[in-house]
């Protein structure tokens, strides 16, 4: 097929290279933002008098109806095309005649594409933040409802003391206000507007790239163009914000497995978001986790790709860029549907609190509290903490618990201990007594969910 920019070659290239240099399947996705693109540099070229009033608005209406055609399904992607850029050109062309072509003054397809890419992130940005504040408004209803819940904390997936799962899930909270503040700040770098960069060194013409910017809602505009055109850093930032949002759903994601398995048992999910074995009856697998886990290598896999792309290649832009935007869609098409999948997913979660509150019991997580105990009965820390690990051996061996062990046992160890030892070391009254701010007593998760509140009231 003859091209668009047949002039120093004859512009016939064979099937294969067509093949392999056509971008058109993944990028018409950005057809809004190249059409609307292009009628702000309409509007720019006619207003700076650089074409005529007349034929900037003859061209703005050309492409407004092909905007509709599309939009309305009236109208099919030509995949001859190389690319979105050309489509929407050969398009305008076909409908306008001869003006159509002054469209591409005082621009070129590497400013253009730089543009539409921006402003494509821009929006997948804004609906991204969209599914994140709902994970985390679900997220924190699931806190509130089992603010008071106990169940064992961990280190190194031990038992190691009593916190209340609303405590747990507000951690994950924490995470997601982090998320959304890392999107907004990426979304703030990457609003500045390349067009008017041109190939790469700016132009002759009198453009006006600020007009231009502002009419596309940018907060301002590169300055340098060879930046300009070179610049993939807002979408490696975008994939790496998304790589570590990907990172906290995987580890909640893991923690929700095994609280589903039968050594845990701690939640139930809802059956419309479980699957069950093609053999094996009993079971009820918890997919939705498993895969938002395994998606995440997806997504870590798309920022890899894009900064490996984008390591070696000398200034300014290089046909290389173009293996940008499959990376970069496919990690947003990923973490949306995983935010989709995982609000719903912990929308329906159960907990089932007598479990989580039979493993507390055990394994003694309340001994760091029989340590304090003994503190606040004058012995220096250290002392206390070698006492307390004596009576949690002898309690290993005689099959108690700190619970069940006697008064006349505690009292062998050390003369301190007296009757109120076991208010000291009811894991209610540990948790209860951890009110420092951000720790795990029903008043310090209820200030950490009206501190997330106020952000993201419920709707
Ligand atoms: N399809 C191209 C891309 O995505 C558009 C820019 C082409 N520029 C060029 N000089 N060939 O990168």
Not at 167 to 194: E, F, G, T
Not at 352 to 369: E, H, S, V
């Amino acid at each position: 097929m003859a091209k668009m920019w047949a002039g120093r070659t004859d512009g016939v290239t064979s099937k294969l290279a067509d093949d392999f240099n056509s971008s058109i399947h993944f990028d018409s996705r950005m057809y809004r933002q190249d059409i609307t693109g292009s009628m702000a540099h309409a509007a720019m070229l006619g207003a700076q008098g650089i074409i005529t009033q007349q034929e900037a608005d003859k061209i703005i209406e050309g492409l407004s109806g092909i905007l509709e055609d599309l939009e309305s399904d009236k109208l099919a992607f030509d995949m001859e095309c190389e690319d979105i850029h050309m489509f929407v050109e050969q398009e305008l062309t076909s409908r306008i005649g001869d003006v159509g072509k002054k469209l591409h003054t005082a621009r070129s397809r590497n400013d253009q594409v730089a543009l539409d890419f921006r402003m494509y992130l821009r929006d997948e940005i804004d609906e991204i933040l969209d599914l994140t504040e709902a994970l985390i408004r679900t997220v924190t209803d699931k806190a509130e409802a089992y603010a008071d819940a106990i169940m064992p904390g961990y280190t190194h997936l031990q038992r190691a003391q009593p916190i209340t799962f609303g405590h747990h899930l507000m951690a994950y909270s924490m995470m997601l206000l982090r998320d959304v503040s890392r999107l907004q700040d990426c979304r703030l770098r990457m609003n500045v507007s390349p067009i008017g960069s041109c190939a790469l060194a700016g132009t002759t013409y009198e453009t006006d790239r600020e007009f231009e910017a502002k009419k596309l809602g940018f907060n301002g505009v590169c300055m340098n163009s060879i930046d300009g055109v070179s610049d993939r850093d807002f979408a490696i930032e975008l994939l790496s914000a998304l790589s570590i949002l990907m990172m906290h759903l995987s580890r909640f994601s893991e923690e929700v497995i095994l609280w589903c398995s039968w050594e845990f048992k701690f939640v139930e999910l809802s059956d419309s978001f479980t699957t069950g074995s093609s053999i094996m009856p009993q079971k009820k697998n918890p997919d939705m986790a498993e895969l938002c886990r395994g998606k995440t290598g997806r997504v870590y896999g798309d920022l890899m790709a894009l900064l490996t792309v984008m390591k070696g290649i000398p200034l300014a832009y290089n046909k290389d860029m173009q293996e940008d935007k499959e990376a970069v869609f496919d990690a947003c098409d990923t973490v949306k549907m995983c935010l989709k999948v995982f609000t719903e997913m912990v929308a329906g979660m159960k907990a089932l609190t007598q479990n989580m509150r039979t493993a507390a019991q055990k394994g003694f997580i309340n001994a760091t509290d029989l340590a304090d105990y003994l503190v606040r009965k004058g012995l220096p820390f250290r002392t206390a903490y070698k006492i307390s690990g004596q009576i949690v051996a002898d309690c290993i061996a005689k099959g108690l618990v700190l619970e069940t062990y006697t008064i006349e046992d505690y009292q062998k160890h050390s003369p301190l201990i007296e009757e109120d030892v076991y208010s000291a070391v009811d894991l209610s009254v540990c948790v209860e007594k951890r009110i420092s701010l951000g720790g795990t007593s029903v008043a310090s998760v209820r200030e950490q969910i009206a501190y997330v509140r106020k952000l993201y009231p419920t709707k």
